[in-house]
């Protein structure tokens, strides 16, 4: 595996290599065609059928498309300024207990700077431990950070931020105070995912990237352009996220049509 050249520019704070790698076999008509349906929603079953390629080459066709999603938003830069956290749950069974510890549930956390990007990953739990981990990494000192009444968030007192908290049960904003685009994104997800009519756990986290991703390009027109980009690569990048502790970090694929 060799460095780049100087010819191709790098992420910054990052090292990248690439590697030569046979190009997807499907001609670049039909992976258009697969992207426009990736783009307009369509799940793998009925792309298959409405482009005439068999089911199980457009399921790893979209399964390479969200893990690049993934590995995006994995090297996010940290965020400051305003600042909404929030966690949600997805999936599981409608009877009995409901929201926070219901079960079945797949818990998922946010973090949206306004005006801005969200950050939106699977957690393992909302416990303050998970949550204020992650909001440690993603989000700079002094940033002002809006949350509800959770108690996990309590920690956020006595951090490096200025925290505002609101109580849902008696107010759905006071000012500033509110996190309605971080819920903006928990409605446009659920939306988005109830069309797969049920999604592997397994799997769950790489669908759930593609949803903050599209929320934060927005328009069909951006998504598709950028696809098409990542569809006509001729080599498969590897980036190398530096550290002060090891030098060269870990190594992860990020592009994938090659």
Known sequence: MKKLGAGIGKPKGLICHMKARRRSRLPLSTQKRLLEHFVAG?????AAELVGVNRNT?????RKLREVIAEQIAHEAPVSGEIEVDESYFGGHRKGKRGRGAAGKVAVFGLLKRHGRVHAIMIPDA???TLMSIIRKKVQPDSIVYSDSWHAYDKLD???FHHERLDHSRHLALGRNHINGIENLWSQAKRHLRRYNGIPRKDFHLFFAECGWRFNIGSPAK???ILTQWA???WVYRRV???EDEPYGREEDIALFA
């Open 127 to 129: 416990g303050h431990q």
């Open 223 to 225: 998504l598709m352009k």
């Open 232 to 234: 006509k690569l001729p």
């Open 158 to 160: 006595v951090l490096e």
């Open 42 to 46: 369509t799940p793998a079953r009925s």
């Open 58 to 62: 457009v399921t790893l066709y979209y």
């Open 241 to 243: 996220k530096l550290s």
